[in-house]
């Protein structure tokens, strides 16, 4: 790739989820790489307090599990170039036996990250360049199933799923997975540290990885215009043992 094949100057990326953890850390990427950004999550506290670590960057509140409020979002938002979709909630039941689920608890599970995602597709896609992208969430879990996390499995392949379809659907604009192994965030530093320490260890790449080498991920699904439709994991070899 030449010099202005890695560079974002001139492009408007929007992280919904950028406020923090992979998002925050796609959002400093894109800027460093002389992308307009603008980053977007549910609580306007938290957006303050990521754009004061990011200067030069906009914000807005974005709920998405509110499909008007995703429609308020894009609408003042204007034409833009790439959008990065990391957002998720944690007070959701993940990591229940089937046997034991709630499911009305359990269907709760895909409004931000499922049915969010794909309400800010549907908004956001309108205004997208047809050179653009949008790159989605999933999770290694998807493909390393747990005992005890059947929800996290489906979840994640139904967002890896539902970017195959999309990519055909709103082609030229390309449409891509981030499928993460153990990123270390603000989310996983709330983890048991044994049970994050026996996961790792396992790893050909025993560690987790810094939400920066997540971000380049994303950051490649925006500048390969000849990449769509895929799965892109980051997950230190875990999709391997
Ligand atoms: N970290 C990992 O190891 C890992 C592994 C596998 C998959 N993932 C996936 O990667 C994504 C990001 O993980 P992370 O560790 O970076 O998480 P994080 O640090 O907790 O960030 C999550 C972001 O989502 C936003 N958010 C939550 N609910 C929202 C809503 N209703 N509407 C809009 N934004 C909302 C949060 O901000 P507000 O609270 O302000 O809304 C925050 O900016 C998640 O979807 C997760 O499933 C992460």
Redesign the pocket.
């Known amino acids: 790739m030449n010099e202005a094949a890695m560079s974002l100057d001139g492009k408007r990326v929007v992280v919904?989820?950028?406020?923090?953890?992979?998002?925050?850390a796609v959002a400093a990427l894109a800027r460093q790489l002389g992308a307009e950004v603008t980053i977007?999550?549910?609580?306007a506290a938290?957006?303050d307090a990521a754009l004061e670590r990011l200067p030069g960057a906009t914000g807005g509140t974005?709920?998405?599990?509110d499909e008007q409020s995703v429609a308020r979002f894009f609408e003042p938002l204007g034409a833009f170039d790439h959008l990065a979709l990391?957002?998720?909630?944690?007070d959701v039941p993940m990591f229940d036996a089937a046997r034991n689920l709630d499911l009305t608890a359990a269907r709760e599970g895909f409004a931000?990250?499922f049915w969010?995602a794909l309400a800010a597709v549907k908004h956001g896609s309108r205004s997208i360049d047809p050179d653009g992208s949008i790159t989605l969430?999933?999770?290694?879990?998807a493909h390393r199933p747990a005992k005890g996390a059947p929800l996290a499995a489906a979840l994640g392949g139904a967002i890896e799923h539902l970017a195959r379809g999309l990519a055909v659907d709103l082609a030229p604009v390309r449409v891509n997975v981030v499928c993460?192994?153990?990123?270390?965030?603000?989310?996983?530093s709330q983890m048991p540290p044994e049970r994050l320490q026996s996961y790792l260890a396992r790893l050909p790449l025993p560690r987790?990885a810094e939400?920066a080498e997540a971000a380049i991920t994303y950051v490649y699904a925006m500048l390969n215009g000849y990449v769509t439709g895929q799965v892109l994991p980051v997950d230190g070899g875990g999709g391997l043992v």
Not at 86 to 90: F, I
């Open positions: 919904i989820g950028g406020t923090s953890g992979i998002g925050f977007a999550s549910s609580r938290n957006v974005i709920d998405l599990r990391t957002a998720g909630d944690w931000v990250r969010g969430t999933s999770g290694m879990l993460p192994g153990i990123i270390l965030t603000e989310h996983t987790g939400p």
